[in-house]
């Protein structure tokens, strides 16, 4: 399993609500709830009215009842088809919600950006300011739920055009959806880490933001410049390989068959993109662009594949 504790704030990052049980919360292991909580990223919210029976095999969920009694204490209890009454403990019943806010903060100040976060559709869009990029002067925005219903109004509150950088949460939007440069939208858990605070990977952003500035000929120190387009082309390389075996694992899933996964190997990767072996792997080990990072993990993994969005 994963490490990382922000693992489970981008898993409810494309649900609509962002909450947690008790029951999730506890299973997360370690200090994780506690960095998350002091954070800020993790709060304790409000109570819920029905829980997941846990006194027998059977999984239902009940409506709570609750008693007063007359020293004065509440307690709260469910109807159990099988064990009768059963005993809910007060902490079962709270909701942990996720606030996105100081994930934006630190994307903020990461990016020099000094105004405030400013919400412009309520939990959706967030207009974070100016920011200078690879020396040009971006507004800076984050989205949410690029891919939900309702998805059409979110493009419309969002800028278009070769000057924004959007950073998006949960699934990005289909290709061509937003009038927005492709490398100029990054997934914001990519440029993301949680050590005793939030780090933002600004490095990460300004060299993916660089593709941009690359498009016309212009000469750029020829090593590095060499490298980026190396990573461009294997992260585009890399999502074409999930899409496609995304395709096979559901076909798969659906006629519950099994698809067995290939092993991608550097040389296959480096046959693939018409690039040195040697190019390839300074590419992936020199890098450090965690976009391209992730794409690797997912390509390896059954189950990121099936989570694979974009
Ligand atoms: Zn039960």
Not at 166 to 177: I, K, R, S, T, V
Not at 223 to 247: C, M, N, P, W, Y
Request: neutral net charge.
């Amino acid at each position: 399993m994963s490490r990382d504790p922000f693992d489970l704030i981008w898993r409810v990052a494309d649900s609509p609500q962002p909450t947690f049980s008790r029951d999730d919360v506890v299973a997360l292991h370690g200090d994780k709830v506690e960095r998350l909580t002091k954070l800020g990223v993790l709060r304790e919210g409000k109570t819920v009215r029905h829980v997941p029976c846990d006194a027998c095999a059977d999984s239902h969920t009940e409506a709570v009842a609750t008693i007063k009694y007359p020293d004065g204490n509440t307690r709260f209890f469910i109807n159990c088809p099988g064990q009768g009454r059963v005993e809910v403990e007060r902490h079962r019943l709270i909701r942990w919600s996720v606030d996105f806010e100081p994930i934006l903060s630190a994307l903020a100040s990461a990016l020099s950006v000094r105004v405030a976060p400013t919400e412009v559709v309520p939990t959706r869009v967030w207009n974070l300011g100016r920011a200078s990029l690879v020396g040009k002067s971006r507004t800076v925005w984050v989205a949410r739920g690029l891919t939900w219903p309702d998805a059409d109004q979110i493009a419309g509150a969002l800028p278009k055009g070769r000057s924004p950088v959007l950073f998006y949460l949960g699934q990005a939007a289909n290709d061509g959806f937003l009038d927005i440069p492709r490398e100029a939208i990054i997934e914001l858990r990519t440029v993301v880490r949680c050590d005793d605070e939030l780090v933002i990977d600004r490095d990460a952003v300004e060299s993916q933001l660089a593709e941009i500035a690359d498009a016309p000929v212009k000469k750029r120190s020829s090593k590095r410049a060499q490298r980026d387009a190396t990573v461009g082309k294997l992260k585009r390389e890399l999502h074409q390989r999930i899409i496609s075996f995304k395709s096979a694992v559901r076909h798969a899933d659906d006629g519950d068959s099994t698809f067995t996964l290939p092993h991608l190997t550097q040389k296959e990767l480096a046959e693939a993109i018409e690039a040195n072996e040697s190019t390839v792997s300074r590419a992936i080990n020199e890098s450090g662009d965690r976009e391209l990072a992730i794409l690797l993990q997912t390509v390896a993994d059954e189950d990121l594949i099936r989570r694979y969005g974009r």
